[in-house]
């Protein structure tokens, strides 16, 4: 089961683990994350254990922006399944840890599907709010 761990700053200790033990993130090859950018595939996260969360914050504490998830992908997708229920795009913005500085820029840029992830969440929230 995949276990919930609020990253105050997840850029900066993304390598660390709560207890400050530094975690190895090094891989045999590098896998490109186009499950980010086409849709969830647990084929491409297979080598990953640690995830973060570049959406926003969800309502009432629900998920936090760069809430960092151990577990394998199926395991953190089972974990938010009642969030991914409410907002589907939340699938496409969980992405490997040792990945999020480059995710992470490309949500604050604009102009692509990363970004339009995180509005089209922040939209939906917006459309709950007044409904």
Do not use: C, W
């Amino acid at each position: 089961m995949a276990l919930k761990k609020s990253a105050q700053n997840a850029q900066e200790g993304a390598g660390r683990t709560e207890n400050g033990l530094v975690v190895d993130n090094t891989q045999k090859e590098k896998k490109p994350v186009r499950a980010v950018q086409n849709g969830a595939d647990n084929e491409l996260y297979s080598d990953y254990q640690q995830y973060v969360y570049i959406g926003p914050s969800l309502p009432n504490g629900a998920l936090k922006e760069n809430t960092v998830l151990e577990g394998s992908f199926s395991e953190v997708l089972n974990f938010l399944s009642k969030q991914t229920d409410d907002y589907p795009q939340i699938k496409q913005l969980i992405v490997p840890v040792n990945r999020l500085a480059e995710y992470a820029t490309k949500v604050k840029r604009g102009g692509n599907i990363i970004s339009r992830y995180y509005k089209d969440i922040v939209s939906a929230m917006q459309g709950n709010r007044e409904g």
